[in-house]
């Protein structure tokens, strides 16, 4: 690939983080080496992100398109737990403890996300130790608003005695 391509690839992604709140707070050198770490993942409507009992491997923000996350009820039947469009993130868990996927989740529309490895992010952290605090401070952050906003339809669901 010629270098200009790949600048503009960075660029793209730089530009599409910068919109995102969990990185608002990054300066311009770190959001191009954050950029220089990550890449695309494109599906089809109908395919799979990944299936609940996959790997994780990596976390996502959605660029474009809709996806669907689904859990797997003990019945055998899916639930819809959410519907995820633009600057959405998914798979923030992958980084932190690297268990298998949670929930399954699919391309309702076809649909585009820049991605951060697992690997992508060790040999960030390695290479920029302070830009690695700031990404997994920042993913702790993420995940602790969904824990909280998670715990709040648990509470609405559940009915008084």
Do not use: C, W
């Not at 919109?19 to 080496?33: A, G």
């Not at 798979?91 to 996300?113: C, F, N, W, Y």
Request: net charge positive; charged share 25%.
């Amino acid at each position: 690939m010629p270098a200009n391509a790949m600048r503009k690839s960075e660029e793209e992604t730089m530009s599409f983080l910068e919109h995102l709140p969990i990185f608002l707070s990054l300066n311009v050198d770190e959001l191009s080496t954050l950029a220089r770490h990550m890449s695309y993942i494109h599906l089809q409507r109908g395919e799979y992100l990944f299936v609940e009992g996959d790997p994780g491997t990596f976390l996502g923000f959605v660029v474009n398109g809709i996806l669907e996350v689904q859990k797997r009820r003990e019945s055998g039947d899916y639930v819809t737990l959410a519907r995820l469009t633009k600057g959405a993130s998914i798979g923030e868990m992958a980084l932190i403890d690297k268990s298998p996927r949670s929930a399954t989740v699919i391309a309702r529309q076809a649909a585009t996300l820049v991605t951060l490895t697992d690997r992508a992010f060790d040999l960030l952290a390695e290479r920029h130790p302070p830009l690695g605090i700031k990404v997994i401070r920042k993913i702790a952050r993420l995940l602790s608003l969904n824990m909280r906003r998670t715990s709040s339809r648990l509470a609405d669901l559940i009915q008084a005695p």
